[in-house]
């Protein structure tokens, strides 16, 4: 199995722009996971979908961030209109099993000018 | 919510000793305990997980203990390698909720 799969690997904005973050999760599993990671904030869950359903989105920290999930094998987190604040490595993840044994993508390391 | 503390940020140990990483959680409905090592430019890997009622897990080289009633677990890896070299994260889960320490640097010495 190729692992989970994010794109972009690197994304350079200027701030106002739209940001758009994809991921492509292991075959067969059910639960996607969309962390962010910072020096100061550390690894921080934003949303989580069961199913392609949002079940959890209280750690999306703005109306600025959204995410989908149209179907089982894509999911998308986007940032409208995107702030230098918002410069982060964003990761994808996945599992079977709920919070248990999630898989992690390479992340897109995110910079808004 | 759940709060996790994880010690030290930084260890540095020779090549062939053996390395320990702490961590602490505060929410006693956690029950998974996962461990994470991110190598630079790369995602989190799951290199060993524990569940609550399993006190002790060991693979290979690297093991991990879980107290229950003093709310901590602890990473053990042994026989330490240069390729270990990496930022560790405990994580402890209630739910489907991950909630992550810090993260421990491991260098290790050749």
């Known amino acids: 199995d190729a692992g989970v799969i994010q794109s972009p690997r690197h994304e350079v904005t200027e701030m106002g722009q739209e940001v758009t973050l994809r991921c492509k999760p292991i075959s067969g599993h059910d639960y996607l996971f969309w962390y962010r990671q910072t020096m100061m904030r550390g690894l921080e869950l934003l949303i989580y979908f069961n199913n392609n359903v949002p079940i959890d989105d209280s750690g999306m920290p703005e109306d600025r961030f959204s995410a989908k999930m149209p179907n089982a094998s894509f999911s998308t987190l986007k940032i409208q209109p995107s702030e230098p604040r918002d410069s982060a490595v964003y990761f994808c993840?996945?599992?079977?099993?709920?919070?248990?044994?999630?898989?992690f993508g390479p992340g897109t390391r995110l910079t808004v000018l | 919510g759940e709060n996790v503390e994880q010690h030290p940020s930084t260890l540095s140990v020779q090549e062939g000793d053996s390395a320990v990483i702490k961590c602490t959680y505060s929410?006693?409905?956690?029950?998974?305990f996962p461990w994470y090592k991110q190598e630079l430019g790369k995602g989190p890997q799951l290199i060993i997980d524990i569940r609550s009622n399993v006190g002790e897990k060991k693979d290979q080289r690297i093991a991990v203990t879980l107290n229950k009633t003093a709310k901590h677990f602890s990473l053990h890896i042994t026989e330490t390698q240069p390729e270990d070299s990496a930022v560790y994260f405990c994580a402890a889960s209630i739910g489907n909720q991950f909630y992550f320490g810090t993260g421990t640097s491991l260098t290790v010495i050749p």
């Open positions: 929410d006693s409905a956690s029950n998974y």
């Open positions: 993840a996945s599992s079977l099993l709920g919070a248990h044994e999630q898989f």
